[in-house]
Antibody
Framework: EVQLVESGGGLVQLGGSLRLSCAAS????????MHWVRQAPGKGLVWVAR????????VYADSVKGRFTLSRDIAKNTLHLQINSLRADDTAVYYC????????WGHGTLVTVSS | EIVLTQSPGTLSLSPGERATLSCRAS???????LAWYQQKPGQAPRLLIY???NRATGIPDRFSGSGSGTDFTLTISALEPEDFAVFYC?????????FGQGTRLEIK
């Protein structure tokens, strides 16, 4: 079955760090452009970052540039999103998404930033 | 950045009625890269339509998408009780990928 499963969310203090993971099954992440999208509580969907199929191009939304780092582990068929200097407005459900070929979304992982 | 504007913000209808949701883009979007999603509370978005008019696997045929260029429409021909939710359009043609602000479809 083709699916994406996110993990790594949790409660973290303002200014802290967290690493989110997205495990893919049923396909290889190296064959697709992959994205992260987030959704703050009660708000809409916002694109965060994208990694190209060969990982040569990684693009971030302006709001996270310099604080978020997207990478992948080919051996584990997994994406990682390192989030540093967390702010209150980073509180959101983070989704891993494949938009090439059949569109696939994970179920999301919740990040809550507390002061 | 391509801005997607959805209308109306809220749509109040009864089961059995027809729903028409609009998504207007600030610049032309490739039809092959326009999607519609349904989202219920506490759930991930569910893909309904991709490529502007192609139903995703398992989506009932009462859902249909149309449009091109800057104007796109999602139509639900006859609402079922489980259809009431928030709907988003998305363009994935150009970075940054953008979403509309959503249309809330509520039971009248």
């Amino acid at each position: 079955e083709v699916q994406l499963v996110e993990s790594g969310g949790g409660l973290v203090q303002l200014g802290g760090s967290l690493r989110l993971s997205c495990a893919a099954s049923g396909f290889t992440v190296s064959g697709h452009f992959m994205h992260w999208v987030r959704q703050a509580p009660g708000k809409g969907l916002v694109w965060v970052a994208r990694i190209s199929s060969d990982a040569s191009s990684i693009v971030y939304a302006d709001s996270v540039k310099g604080r978020f780092t997207l990478s992948r582990d080919i051996a584990k068929n997994t994406l990682h999103l390192q989030i540093n200097s967390l702010r209150a407005d980073d509180t959101a459900v983070y989704y891993c998404v494949r938009l090439s070929g059949t569109i696939i979304w994970g179920h999301g992982t919740l990040v809550t930033v507390s002061s | 950045e391509i801005v997607l504007t959805q209308s109306p913000g809220t749509l109040s209808l009864s089961p059995g009625e027809r729903a028409t949701l609009s998504c207007r883009a600030s610049q032309s979007v490739s039809s092959s890269n326009l999607a519609w999603y349904q989202q219920k509370p506490g759930q991930a978005p569910r893909l309904l339509i991709y490529g502007a008019s192609n139903r995703a696997t398992g989506i009932p045929d009462r859902f249909s998408g149309s449009g091109s260029g800057t104007d796109f429409t999602l139509t639900i021909s006859a609402l079922e009780p489980e259809d009431f939710a928030v709907f988003y359009c998305q363009q994935y043609s150009t970075l940054p990928i953008t979403f509309g602000q959503g249309t809330r479809l509520e039971i009248k």
